[in-house]
Structures are given as C-alpha cells and as structure tokens.
Nanobody
Framework: QVQLVESGGGLVQAGGSLRLSCSAS????????MAWFRQAPGKEREFVAA???????NVAESVKGRFTIFRDNAKNTVYLQMNTLKAEDTAVYYC?????????????????WGQGTQVTVSS
C-alpha cells in the first residue's frame, strides 16, 4: 500500500520560514514526479510546486521566488522550502504523486495523496 506522510507544518510569523517534508513508502518512487498542493479554508485545492525525478521543477506564480521544491530520490522524499511566508500562505499542504514521471498542475493528474500538514502564518 502506498503511503505519503507529510511533516514540518506549524505556526510561524509572517516573514518566517518552514520546510515541509513528504516521505513516500510502499513502492519505489524514483521515476515518479512529486508535487505539493495546498488548500485554504473555503477554497479549492491549488497547485504549489512539482518536480520530476531528474529535478526539473515547476512552481506556481503565487509562490515563485519564495518557495523551493527539491527531492532526495534515495530517500523517496520531497521537500518544500518556504521562505518569506505570508498570511495568505496559510493552508493545509498536501503531497501528491502520479503513477508516471510527468508532473501537472491539475489535481486530477495525481494518484496518491498524503493526509496533509497544516501551515499557519500569523500576520
């Protein structure tokens, strides 16, 4: 059974930083893309960033220049480094993995999801 487990969320002041981690288990994800989405209260789940197994990345415009996605293929882990956090970054952050090597900004592309980790930014 595939499991994605996120960690690293918490409460931080505006301007601060957090690093999220997502560890995958149950199969080898070395060739798969990995991604982060987020969902704020009352809003749709939205794409944040994605990365291929070779390290090619795509980052949403709303977080570009502040968030960085990277991965450790040997550990089946993807990270999201979040700097200069804003109140509008407050959301539950989800890790997602598709069954193939390509990424997409569409939620429907992804087959496996983590349970989410809460990030709260106080202004």
């Amino acid at each position: 059974q595939v499991q994605l487990v996120e960690s690293g969320g918490g409460l931080v002041q505006a301007g601060g930083s957090l690093r999220l981690s997502c560890s995958a288990s149950g199969r080898t994800f070395g060739d798969n893309a990995m991604a982060w989405f987020r969902q704020a209260p009352g809003k749709e789940r939205e794409f944040v960033a994605a990365i291929t197994w070779r390290g090619i990345t795509n980052v949403a415009e709303s977080v570009k220049g502040r968030f960085t996605i990277f991965r450790d293929n040997a550990k089946n882990t993807v990270y999201l480094q979040m700097n200069t956090l804003k109140a509008e970054d407050t959301a539950v952050y989800y890790c997602a993995v598709p069954r193939n090597s390509q990424y997409s900004s569409r939620r429907e592309w992804y087959d496996y999801w983590g349970q989410g980790t809460q990030v709260t930014v106080s202004s």
